[in-house]
């Protein structure tokens, strides 16, 4: 079926603005980059990695600027840190662990 890899949410992530007008989006420890914009105004954003690790991981934003889907599952852990096309280094907070109960 052609939608078995969306998982529809809509939970809102952190945008980072870096130089040049570009930015970031920071959902589940993750990093996105932006895509495109499609003509009725949500936007594709793709992981960090999607060329240099050919991660499959991509997300649809809202003009509110929240998820309503995730495409695709991440081939890699999620970076502890990043940096921003301006060199600015970001650390992330580690992920609770998933098997832990709550």
Partial sequence: MFFKNYNYIFISGI??????????????????????????????????????????????????????????QHNHDPPTCWMTPDGKSYSLPPLPDRGAPS
């Fill in 15 to 72: 945008f980072i603005n870096t130089r040049g007008n570009s930015k970031l989006f920071i959902y589940q420890n993750h990093t996105f980059r932006f895509m495109y914009k499609r003509a009725y105004g949500s936007q594709l954003w793709y992981c960090w990695y999607f060329f240099s690790r050919c991660c499959p991981a991509k997300l649809r934003i809202d003009n509110s600027g929240k998820v309503t889907a995730s495409i695709g």
